[in-house]
């Protein structure tokens, strides 16, 4: 699609068809976005729109934009913050659809029964096996089908779901031997705060406590009865949530009277 400057004043100005089509991508599909600045004005203010409406819904960014070269976190965060812009940086266009398209074939096997999945535990209130949920994968699934499906995460079935989730995967890192838990839990909400915008929401509390827990539980490796991986996970993919998250986790974690977290979490927020 190519966005001209008369496409773009018709889009500001009034409804026509093109502001109507364009809405409807947004709205519908994931975007990607491929040899456009990021400083370009009418991109912007195009997507500024979209950017409250999935706000006010509560719904996880799904426009990218592919980036040859590096840029700077703060630079990211803006755009992220802004417009609701996830940048995929360093990748060269041939190279993401490359990686793209050895995952479409996965991605078309597994969602009809992921949807499917999604509906019995949301409408019909069925549960998730426990030896499911000890999967890292599970999680990623069953957020990506809840969007999917078109749910919204103001809906409290949603909400319920999600608690319940992250309940049981504390309670699997609590068992004897379960090192890995600890590292799935800590990538989960890694990736679920690069995805929305946590506070003040109705899932914030839940959230926050399982990153508590997440954070007391970890140290630097070879530290004795502590999850290492944990930490590196927190560690390597701290850039990767979203700036208003890593704020309100640091004011968070700086509220518990624990050296110890404060000692950890100083090396890398």
Avoid at 60 to 74: A, D, E, V
Avoid at 110 to 119: A, Q, T, V, Y
Avoid at 179 to 189: S, T, V
Wanted: glycine share 4%; hydrophobic share 35%.
């Amino acid at each position: 699609m190519v966005v001209t400057s008369e496409d773009y004043f018709r889009f500001i100005n009034g409804n026509s068809y093109f502001s109507n089509k364009l809405s409807t991508v947004l709205h519908e599909n994931t975007i990607v976005i491929l040899g456009y600045s990021l400083s370009d004005a009418n991109l912007k203010a195009i997507i500024n729109e979209y950017k409250v409406f999935s706000r006010d819904n509560v719904m996880s960014s799904n426009i990218f934009l592919i980036s040859r070269g590096k840029l700077l976190q703060p630079i990211k965060d803006y755009y992220f913050s802004c417009f609701g812009i996830r940048v995929i940086d360093k990748t060269e266009v041939s190279d993401f659809f490359r990686k793209l398209n050895k995952k479409i074939p996965e991605a078309k096997k597994i969602k009809d029964k992921l949807r499917h999945s999604i509906k019995s535990v949301i409408k019909n209130g069925r549960e998730y096996k426990i030896e499911f949920l000890k999967l890292e994968d599970s999680f990623y699934h069953i957020i990506s089908s809840i969007s999917s499906s078109g749910y919204s995460w103001n809906d409290e079935k949603v909400l319920n779901v999600f608690c319940d989730i992250i309940d049981k995967k504390i309670d699997l890192t609590k068992e004897s031997g379960a090192w890995e838990q600890y590292e799935h839990l800590a990538k989960w909400l890694i990736y679920f705060g690069s995805l929305f915008e946590v506070k003040g929401t109705n899932f914030e509390k839940k959230y926050i406590h399982a990153v508590e827990h997440s954070m007391t539980y970890m140290n630097k490796p070879y530290e004795t009865g502590y999850s290492w991986r944990a930490y590196l996970a927190w560690k390597t993919k701290w850039p990767s949530l979203t700036a208003s998250n890593r704020s309100l986790i640091k004011s968070k974690m700086e509220e518990i009277p624990l050296q110890q977290i404060h000692d950890i979490i100083s090396k890398f927020i």
